[in-house]
């Protein structure tokens, strides 16, 4: 879709909003300037997303659910966070400790975890919320405080990643995808980086040159791996910055599991020539669209997971790739036709149904989102993955 379609499909914006965007339209053009004129992609999503006071995580505006800009898996329904339940269960059982949730959005997998794992005699010790946006922290805290007196005081929220190797599970469900990427294209067969520079009237747009160190070695890793070339105008993402973030994570992880929940691909199919637009997607209003430059500040911008990077990440800092199944899958194995046919009566049964299939029908959220275990010093089975093992794929 063009820049200009992208546009004309969108809600209007507010005078507020509008006055918003264009602040950090400013800052963005600052920023470019003190750069010489461009920008990565990766240090223009770094703005978008998280400027302080104005990224689209650091300002106050509903990101979450049905009055948001898209729905994620626990707002969707409560079977999602029941089933993870079942899950968190059996590793706090082998390991005791507790629970660390990366980026808990409006706080309602959170609350949906402790309520279970209470009706399953599991509660944690801690429930650990490591969260960069200060107002979705006061949200989730909003939310959290309707809790009972014995779930609520377990919650504890962090500003930095425990010092302490954590016993038990780290929760990442949907926080790979807003790590901010690098885009490349494919121009009179040479391999170019994608920034950020200013175009016509001022508007911010895609500008080309060649790729640095860092992107030309992970670009030449993966057409090593490839039979084939890409074609003319293939356009795509590489996520840098995943490496990094697991291996930190490992440090955090003494003995349990790490479980990242999001949508994604092994790196064959996400870099197969058939996408050759890549995967970069905004949120507005729950209109998803590919224009990254429009509604700077209000929009979510997110490309999917290349999870073949996670697990050779993983892998270099000693944790074991445990598990790797689609989210329909892994829901299935832990019991979600059940969870659905304990509803009290008829009506309650066929609500939940209609949440199920969101979650596990292939053109809603089952396929495209993945869970992957990472696990440290564990080798108990994992219930979620009896159904399915993709990590051949990987």
Not at 69 to 93: H, I, M, Y
Not at 214 to 228: K, S, V, Y
Not at 278 to 286: A, M, V, Y
Request: hydrophobic share 45%; glycine share 10%.
């Amino acid at each position: 879709m063009s820049a200009s379609g992208a546009r004309s499909m969108l809600p209007a914006l507010t005078p507020e909003e509008r006055r918003h965007s264009e602040a950090l339209t400013g800052l963005i053009r600052a920023q470019l300037a003190a750069a010489g004129g461009w920008l990565s992609f990766e240090r223009f999503m770094d703005l978008a997303l998280y400027a302080p006071g104005l990224g689209y995580y650091s300002a106050g505006s509903w990101k979450i659910g049905a009055g948001g800009d898209f729905v994620t898996a626990p707002e969707a329904s409560a079977l999602f966070g029941g089933c993870l339940a079942r899950e968190c269960a059996a590793v706090l059982a082998a390991t005791g400790g507790g629970i660390l949730e990366l980026g808990a959005g409006s706080g309602a997998l959170a609350a949906t975890l402790l309520t279970a794992l209470e009706a399953l005699g599991a509660l944690p010790e801690r429930y650990a919320i490591l969260e960069v946006s200060a107002d979705l922290a006061a949200r989730q805290r909003s939310r959290l405080d309707t809790l009972a007196p014995q779930l609520r005081e377990r919650v504890v929220w962090l500003d930095r990643l425990p010092r302490a190797p954590l016993h038990g599970v780290i929760l990442a469900n949907e926080v790979a995808d807003a790590l901010p990427v690098r885009r490349f294209s494919v121009r009179g067969g040479t391999l170019c980086e994608l920034g950020v520079a200013e175009g016509a009237a001022g508007a911010l747009t895609s500008a080309e040159r060649p790729p640095d160190a860092a992107l030309a070695e992970a670009l030449g890793a993966l057409l090593a791996a490839r039979t084939d070339a890409l074609p003319e105008g293939y356009t795509s993402e590489v996520n840098l910055r995943l490496a990094p973030w697991i291996a930190t994570l490992g440090e955090c992880l003494g003995r349990g599991v790490l479980l990242l929940i999001d949508y994604g691909l092994p790196r064959a199919h996400y870099y197969h020539a058939q996408r050759a637009a890549g995967t970069l997607r905004c949120h507005f209003r729950q209109h998803a669209h590919d224009d990254p430059f429009v509604n700077l500040g209000l929009q979510d911008i997110t490309a999917w997971v290349d999870f073949t990077r996670i697990a050779e990440s993983a892998v270099d800092v000693g944790l074991t790739v445990s598990g790797f199944a689609t989210q329909a899958a892994f829901l299935a194995a832990l019991g979600l036709e059940r969870l659905v046919t304990e509803a009290p009566d008829t009506k309650g049964q066929v609500r939940l149904a209609g949440e199920a299939r969101r979650l596990i029908m292939p053109e809603e959220m089952g396929e495209a989102f993945k869970v992957m275990a990472l696990t440290r010093d564990y080798d108990v089975p994992l219930a979620g993955f009896a159904l399915q093992d993709l990590r051949r794929l990987l």
